[in-house]
Nanobody
Framework: QVQLVESGGGLVQPGGSRRLSCAASGSIFSINTMRWYRQAPGKQRELVAAITSGGSTNYADSVKGRFTISRDDAKNTVYLQMNSLKPEDTAVYYC???????????????WGQGTQVTVSS
């Protein structure tokens, strides 16, 4: 069984910073691409940032230059450093990862439970 657990959400003022973490645990052989999504009230879930096992990254245009995704493979953890936060960044942030449980299996997608980030004065 594999679990993804996010942490780091909370209330932050506009212009502030926050770092989200997502730790994968359980029966894990390898982790391929790891991603952060977000979903604001009344809106569809959108991809915020992704990082491959080789370290390549991509970002949504709305967060480029403000957010940084990184990973620590020794800890099976992905991070999202969020700077210069805006009220429109308010959302539930979800972690997603493509994980192989056993070496002969194909990778499957797993989701965390989400963590709320609220940007407000």
């Amino acid at each position: 069984q594999v679990q993804l657990v996010e942490s780091g959400g909370g209330l932050v003022q506009p212009g502030g910073s926050r770092r989200l973490s997502c730790a994968a645990s359980g029966s894990i052989f390898s982790i391929n691409t790891m991603r952060w999504y977000r979903q604001a009230p009344g809106k569809q879930r959108e991809l915020v940032a992704a990082i491959t096992s080789g370290g390549s990254t991509n970002y949504a245009d709305s967060v480029k230059g403000r957010f940084t995704i990184s990973r620590d493979d020794a800890k099976n953890t992905v991070y999202l450093q969020m700077n210069s936060l805006k009220p429109e960044d308010t959302a539930v942030y979800y972690c997603n990862a493509d994980i192989k449980r056993l070496y002969w299996e194909n990778a499957s997608g797993y989701w965390g439970q989400g963590t709320q980030v609220t940007v407000s004065s």
